[in-house]
T-cell receptor
Framework: AQSVSQHNHHVILSEAASLELGCNYS??????LFWYVQYPGQHLQLLLK??????LVKGIKGFEAEFIKSKFSFNLRKPSVQWSDTAEYFC?????????????FGAGTQVVVTP | EAQVTQNPRYLITVTGKKLTVTCSQN?????MSWYRQDPGLGLRQIYY???????DKGDVPEGYKVSRKEKRNFPLILESPSPNQTSLYFC????????????FGNGTRLTVT
């Protein structure tokens, strides 16, 4: 079955530390890739997306992600986190097929940044 | 203001009592979708619609119905709710073929007792 895996369920780190969240998917075809963030009590917001082209994608709030096709991965990174980055982060994958409206999310990674 | 509006925000109901959660968007988006969010499971797609009168099942469609009679509205219907449908529900819309991101509503927290 097709799936999206996020390796860490909870991450705790200090301000100014670097963050990397893993995301792997199991689809073999062409995909669109996304990272969304959900701040406490809010709805999801798009951080960044990859459709094609440069596999290193820059998003909002200093986040970036790298698409490595051979590894079926789309890891999210931020060099130096802030307390305000405390949130839940979701990787999402859209497989470009006849049913291309289906968008599958990972289980999410809860990130807590301590002062 | 561009937005996706869901109602109600909170709903407590009893098993078997039909309910509808409304979703409306003012961005003229063709694509709309419903998700449920459960702890440890992330968001799972229930149904989506690529355009008016075009709907398709997501990953967890059992127990739900949708309709898309107008472009702006995409209601989620639970004909006979059960406790395992207690969840946080999100509606979203997008200009899917232009690659724009999903715009999410603020969510509906449903409790079925």
């Amino acid at each position: 079955a097709q799936s999206v895996s996020q390796h860490n369920h909870h991450v705790i780190l200090s301000e100014a530390a670097s963050l990397e969240l893993g995301c792997n998917y199991s689809y073999g075809g062409t995909v669109n890739l996304f990272w969304y963030v959900q701040y406490p009590g809010q709805h999801l917001q798009l951080l960044l997306k990859y459709f094609s082209g440069d596999p290193l994608v820059k998003g909002i709030k200093g986040f970036e992600a790298e698409f490595i096709k051979s590894k079926f991965s789309f890891n999210l990174r931020k060099p130096s986190v802030q307390w305000s980055d405390t949130a839940e982060y979701f990787c999402a994958v859209n497989l470009i097929t006849d049913s291309w409206g289906k968008l599958q999310f990972g289980a999410g990674t809860q990130v807590v940044v301590t002062p | 203001e561009a937005q996706v509006t869901q109602n109600p925000r909170y709903l407590i109901t009893v098993t078997g009592k039909k309910l509808t959660v409304t979703c409306s968007q003012n961005m003229n988006h063709e694509y709309m979708s419903w998700y449920r969010q459960d702890p440890g499971l992330g968001l799972r797609q229930i149904y989506y619609s690529m355009n008016v009168e075009v709907t398709d099942k997501g990953d967890v469609p059992e127990g739900y119905k949708v309709s898309r009679k107008e472009k702006r509205n995409f209601p989620l219907i639970l004909e006979s709710p059960s406790p395992n449908q207690t969840s946080l529900y999100f509606c979203a819309s997008s200009d899917w073929d232009r690659g724009t991101p999903l715009h999410f509503g603020n969510g509906t927290r449903l409790t079925v007792t």
